[in-house]
């Protein structure tokens, strides 16, 4: 029988979304569970096996029309030996051999890399760095994950471990990361850092979407914070621009949302500290494929792996 879909699952903190895509990245059928009902590890991988039966019963679909399954995953992972190091914000995961754990119960071809990098895949087959050749991709939420496309392929490093981009060190001192690190980008970003200097500044707490909304109207102090961001953002941008020489930086993630105010700040900060080569040739687009770059890129790893 031909191979003619593909499984993509999209494992979040709070969401697992699992989606039956054809051989083109369309999703045909597509669920989300809720991550927090499963708090076990053995209950989570169950869950991730039964919703993969469902898809394919719902489906009328027999295991031997899929070409594979492909998982993003939210922690470092190794994509070559399949293994998830951790999960920064799962409990009970270290040193999984999810690849090898799925394929023996599923019986068919199963592939797990960081969701930052699958995001990065689909944003540059897909999205909004479609056509380019080296190209940044950031997602930023929670965690400040992201993905380095160097002559069209996803760079991937020694340990299939490279991309961090959240965890590149702005400062000399700072915060101590939960990747070990100081002054990581991420702990001066990151969705917890924004609303904690966001409550100091309104006196209350205050949410993104409210934080991004007041922005939007013109708020000064919202206007202030986000420019905050914008310039601790920018600041490891152009060194990674000086470095990379990218054709393109795409930005995603919840925070990205927030548009104009990010976006035109970073875009001017880069012209004018970036070399000048290379800042004249960047530019900075909003992530274009939105909450399904997760499950596209897991798919878009499966058909590559696979050949197709
Ligand atoms: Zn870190």
Not at 100 to 113: A, M, T
Request: include cysteine; charge should be positive; hydrophobic fraction near 45%.
């Amino acid at each position: 029988m031909a191979k003619r879909f593909i499984v993509g699952i999209d494992l979040g903190g709070t969401n697992l979304k699992i989606a039956l895509l054809d051989l083109k990245y369309r999703i045909r059928h597509k669920e989300v569970l809720n991550t927090q009902r499963f708090t076990k590890k053995e209950v989570l991988i169950s869950a991730i096996i039964d919703s993969v039966d469902k898809i394919l019963k719902d489906n009328n679909l027999s295991r031997k029309s899929l070409l594979g399954v492909g998982l993003g995953l939210p922690g470092p992972i190794d994509y070559e030996k399949g293994i998830v190091h951790f999960f920064p914000n799962i409990p009970g995961w270290k040193e999984v051999k999810l690849k090898y754990i799925l394929e023996r119960k599923l019986r068919l071809p199963v592939f797990v890399d960081n969701d930052a990098k699958v995001m990065a895949l689909a944003e540059y087959k897909l999205g909004a760095a479609k056509g380019s050749t080296n190209a940044i991709c950031i997602t930023l939420g929670t965690g400040v994950g992201g993905g380095v496309i160097i002559n069209g392929r996803l760079y991937r490093g020694l340990s299939n471990a490279a991309g961090e981009i959240g965890h590149l060190p702005i400062n000399e001192k700072g915060p101590r990361c939960n990747c070990g690190g100081r002054a990581c980008l991420e702990s001066y970003i990151g969705n917890n850092r924004i609303l904690k200097e966001a409550r100091k500044i309104f006196g209350h707490v205050i949410t993104l979407e409210k934080l991004s909304y007041l922005a939007s109207k013109g708020n000064h102090k919202a206007k202030a914070i986000w420019l905050k961001v914008a310039e601790r953002l920018s600041v490891t941008l152009v060194g990674v621009v000086n470095l990379l020489n990218p054709d393109c930086i795409v930005i995603g993630g919840g925070v990205a949302g927030v548009g104009k105010v990010l976006f035109d700040n970073i875009k001017k900060i880069i012209l004018t500290r970036a070399m000048g080569v290379q800042a004249g040739h960047v530019k900075v687009f909003k992530a274009r494929l939105g909450n399904n770059a997760g499950l596209i890129g897991a798919a878009i790893m499966v058909k590559e792996e696979k050949g197709q």
